[in-house]
């Protein structure tokens, strides 16, 4: 923070800083320090005062806005990346989270740099940089491969201090802060470098395909690097850059070659290396390719060989670029058309001069069969000087010259050595030979390692063949390198035995039938699979794993005896018992039931859930009224189904009939319980009716006795059940009742209150049934047993004392 004291003339211009909340009270959203450094911590809003110090008691004060404290600083304590840092203030001081260190380039120079690691890509939005020394202008720029980078942000008019810069998000992995101004000699620093942003759904690499420039996988001449090439797939994949890696065969460290980070494959020494490109995204894909070294062991066919020379310097003749001493030299005269040539009659690929200092910047190499025809093998436009390896196409030819075009330096050309590279005819697949005539049978299947022991057979033939051609050579050359790289492993059995021994196991009646055959077909592919030597790795995992699938997609075969019996006990049902309406949903059920129950594939839940079905319709059947119905009789009904009445009665006659909800029963229950107390010591009240009958809106009195039936709950149906007949009085009688299916059936003589009891234990030496004429034809039960003898017992006992107190 910045404070202007006003006015310029005032005496002590310093102030005091301090942070505190919108009410001036103590805050623990940002703290500042003496210098007027604030530091957010969460966020909210503080507000900033700047008080004079000279005693004018003169303040100003500004509210600050703080965002984005809760988002996670990406870039703390990531590894990062800098033009140049000075030794007390390195890099990673940027990115350490405190504001009392930092990163300071240490360099006088506008184009200084610091870049930091996300370690993972991330959608950037926002940084905040906290400048010692600022930039006045800058770019933040992201970089999926710290190689190519994009701008975020790009700052014209940068003010120092703390700067929060907030942009349009874009997926970056790499952070830079380039600077493209300072706005001092000191280069720039940065107390701390803080990076926002949210997560990134990246889209992993799912596949690699490895190029080579040259379109083949060999090296053949000395010291030639090979590119290659990595495609990337999906092409929208997020990161598609590769770490490259070399290995011998086995995958053991190699030193037939090296590797550069951009897939150089630099070869040292003959044979084959195994070349890895794994991505860098944390997919963990790779993939490897196989490349084939030779020429690295070729000699310099110039070696001793005669060289001429334009003209010399001293004793620096021309014979001393073919003596095989780097202590050596052949000098020419100063001037640009001067050249040097080495008498060779072979075929030969690659001219490696060894300049001195005095090299050319301009040159080419020349061959001849005749010393006077000379045609161009290369043409070099920008020489080095040093070391300089020059590849060509195999050409055959007898001389060799370096032809000067322009000198370097004002020197006159100097070289140490000239060498020249070439080999013989059948050099390329003698060494190829030697290389894989040793390949062990065991680990590849008999029919390619066939086809490769006959090509191998026939290479053996054309190197011991003293007038083979060219075309043999080559030809035969091609076909092994083909057949060789056709190779293929035999495959890994061992999860596939197991898989096969497991299915050996499984019994074929525990399972439906349609499962079961999967598995056995899957069996039988993953058998054949198994005994075929041929077969590769690929078709092995697929076969085994469709038997693991076919096994744990085997469906157990469902038990169907409580079914059967259920059917078969529906199937004798007397369906003229129950109603048309109960049976039809009953019917719908069975033949559901049916066709699982004949279904040889249904499963143990299918099972399950139709006999749920079959039992629910089966108990909810509604049986009809079991009351015999004679001439001129009447039947008629609660509205609900639930009470039926037959008898000799009026056509028009109608049935009032009420349930009485728990509340009514239980104040019946405490008035019944007050007058016939042991009564309910053995018997429970589990539902009360009240029964009437009307004739024309006047309440009907019986003239005869009717039959009633009351339609049982079903959980009272396996009860211990009776009807009573409770009377004006609140006494009990018990009726004689008769449970029949669905119903309990008695007789009655006129309608009032009944209920249905159960008994929880009935014992025939306290119960004595005594009948009694309530009316003309009616009967009622009352019951005595000990409570009589008890009464009796009492009775004695009381006249035997009253006796003994007159005496």
């Known amino acids: 923070m910045y404070a202007e004291v006003l006015p310029d003339t005032a005496t002590d211009k310093r102030v005091e800083w301090s942070v505190t909340d919108m009410e001036n009270q103590e805050t623990k959203l940002a703290e500042i320090t003496s210098s007027g450094k604030l530091t957010p911590f969460k966020n909210g809003k503080v507000k900033v005062v700047a008080k004079a110090v000279d005693g004018s008691h003169i303040q100003g004060e500004k509210v600050i806005t703080l965002e984005n404290q809760d988002k996670e600083n990406l870039a703390y304590q990531k590894p990062g990346f800098a033009s140049h840092a000075e030794g007390a203030n390195p890099l990673q001081d940027a990115f350490d989270g405190k504001i009392d260190t930092r ?44 190689k190519t980078f994009y701008d975020l942000y790009v700052e014209k008019s940068g003010q120092g201090n703390i700067e929060e810069k907030t942009f349009d998000a ?39 395909n490895i190029s080579t420039e040259s379109g083949q996988n060999t090296i053949t001449v000395k010291n030639k690097p090979l590119q290659l090439i990595a495609n990337i797939q999906p092409v929208d994949a997020t990161i598609t850059t590769v770490e490259w890696a070399v290995y011998n065969q086995d995958e053991s460290v190699t030193d037939l070659a090296t590797i550069t980070k951009d897939g150089k494959l630099v070869p040292k020494q003959n044979g084959i290396v195994k070349v890895v490109a794994q991505a860098t995204d944390g997919s963990g894909i790779k993939t490897e390719i196989m490349i084939t070294i030779t020429g690295q062991d070729a000699k310099n066919i110039a070696f001793q060989k005669t060289a001429t020379a334009t003209s010399q310097t001293d004793s620096n003749d021309a014979n001393k670029v073919t003596d095989g001493k780097t202590n050596t030299r052949w000098a020419a005269q100063n001037n640009d058309n001067e050249s040097i040539t080495i008498d060779l009659e072979q075929p030969c690929y ?11 910047k301009g040159y080419k190499i020349q061959g001849s ?114 057949v060789y790289e056709a190779l293929i492993y035999r495959a890994q059995t061992d999860l596939l035995k197991i898989e096969l021994d497991k299915a050996q196991t499984i019994k074929s009646e525990q399972y439906t039938p349609s499962s079961f055959k999967n598995l056995q077909m899957a069996f039988e592919q993953a058998t054949k699979v198994y005994r075929d030597q041929n077969a590769t790795q690929l078709q092995v995992d697929e076969v085994c794993q469709q038997l ?56 143990e839940q299918q099972i399950q859930n139709i006999y749920q079905e079959l039992k629910s319709a089966y108990d909810n059947l509604i ?30 006659i109608q049935l009032e009939s009420f349930i009485l909800n728990q509340k009514e029963m239980m104040k019946v229950f405490k008035e019944l319980q007050n007058k016939n107390p042991e009564f309910f010591k053995r018997a429970t009240l589990e539902k009360v009716y009240d029964l ?21 709950d079903d959980n009272l149906r396996h009860k211990n059940l009776e009807v009573i007949y409770i009377d004006e009085s609140g006494h009990i009688h018990k009726l004689d009742s008769v449970k029949e299916g669905q119903y309990i059936n008695f007789e009655t003589t006129h309608f009032s209150q009944y209920a249905i009891v159960s008994y929880n234990q009935i014992d025939s030496q306290t119960v004595i049934q005594e009948q009694v004429n309530t009316s003309d034809q009616t009967q009622f039960i009352t019951y005595s047993g000990l409570s009589l003898i008890s009464i009796i017992g009492i009775y004695i006992l009381l006249k035997n004392t009253k006796k003994k107190y007159n005496q």
């Open 369 to 482: 069969l005749d010393d006077h025809n000379y045609f161009d093998i290369h043409y070099e436009t920008n020489g080095q000087g040093s070391l300089e390896n020059i590849y060509f196409d195999t050409t055959l030819v007898k001389y060799v010259k370096m032809q000067g075009i322009k000198r370097a330096i004002g020197y006159g050309y100097s070289i140490y050595e000239f060498e020249i590279y070439g080999k013989a005819l059948k050099e390329d697949l003698e060494v190829f030979y030697n290389a894989i005539v040793n390949t062990d049978a065991s680990l590849y299947t008999p029919n390619n390692y066939h086809a490769f022991q006959d090509i191998l057979k026939q290479a053996d033939i054309i190197l011991k063949k003293e007038d083979a051609s060219e075309t043999d050579v080559t030809s035969i050359l091609k076909k092994l390198h083909e």
């Open 170 to 208: 874009k997926p970056a992995r790499y952070v830079k802060m380039q600077c493209v101004k300072s706005s001092s000699q000191y280069g720039s620093s940065l107390w701390e470098f803080q990076v926002y942003g949210d997560h990134y759904e990246k889209t992993y690499v799912d596949k690699i």
């Open 350 to 360: 690659q001219v490696s001069i060894l300049w001195e200092n005095a090299y050319a």
């Open 692 to 712: 009437h009958l009307f004739l024309k809106g006047e309440k009907y009195n019986l003239d005869e006795t009717v039959k009633v039936a009351i339609q049982i």
């Open 103 to 146: 990163w300071a380039s240490g360099q006088q120079s506008d184009d200084q740099w610091i870049t930091v690691d996300l370690g993972d890509v991330y959608q950037v939005n926002k940084v905040v940089l906290y400048w010692e020394s600022y930039a006045l202008e800058y770019k933040i720029q992201g970089s999926m491969d710290n």
């Open 548 to 603: 693991k699938e076919a096994i744990s997609r085997l469906i157990t075969r469902g038990d169907k005896q409580k079914l059967g019996n259920l059917l078969k006990e529906v199937n004798q049902l007397n369906q003229s018992l129950y109603t048309e309406e109960s049976l039809k949903g009953l019917m719908t059920a069975k033949n559901n039931a049916q066709n699982i129950f004949n279904n040889q594939d249904a499963t």
């Open 623 to 652: 049986q009809k009224p079991s009351i015999d119905v004679k001439p001129n009789e009447v039947i008629i009904s609660s509205v609900d189904q639930s009470v039926h009445i037959s008898g000799a009665l009026p056509k028009n």
